[in-house]
């Protein structure tokens, strides 16, 4: 059974930071491109960050670049999220998803697994 379990989220200040673990298991973690997703209430779903895994080379939204980083511990089948400098505007539920092959998108209808999500709150 395919399963992503996200963590790690929690209330923080603006300015503040957080790091969302993502475990996943039940597939070959390295055969799959891995996404950090967040949707706000009332808002769609929206890509945030992802790690393909044709090139392992990182992306990001223009909303996070610069504040986020992805990255991903192999034997532990884990994908982070560090986030620094937090603003209200952060304030949503994080996920992480999972496609197989090395698929570069922030799409979220492309990805296959979906973890539970984590609240993220960043208050002014």
């Known amino acids: 059974e395919v399963t992503l379990v996200e963590s790690g989220g929690g209330l923080v200040q603006a300015g503040g930071s957080l790091r969302l673990s993502c475990a996943a298991s039940g597939f070959i973690f390295e055969d799959y491109s891995i996404g950090w997703f967040r949707q706000a209430p009332g808002k769609e779903r929206e890509g945030v960050s992802w790690?393909?895994?044709?090139?392992?080379?990182?992306y990001y939204a223009d909303s996070v670049k610069g504040r986020f980083t992805i990255s991903s511990d192999y034997p532990k089948n884990t994908v982070y999220l560090q986030m620094n400098s937090l603003k209200p505007e952060d304030t949503a539920v994080y996920y992480c998803?999972?496609?197989?092959?090395?698929?570069?998108?922030?799409?979220?209808?492309?990805?296959?697994?979906w973890g539970q999500g984590t609240q993220v709150t960043v208050s002014s």
């Open positions: 998803a999972a496609v197989w092959g090395p698929v570069v998108t922030s799409l979220p209808r492309e990805y296959h697994y």
């Open positions: 790690l393909s895994t044709s090139d392992f080379n990182t």
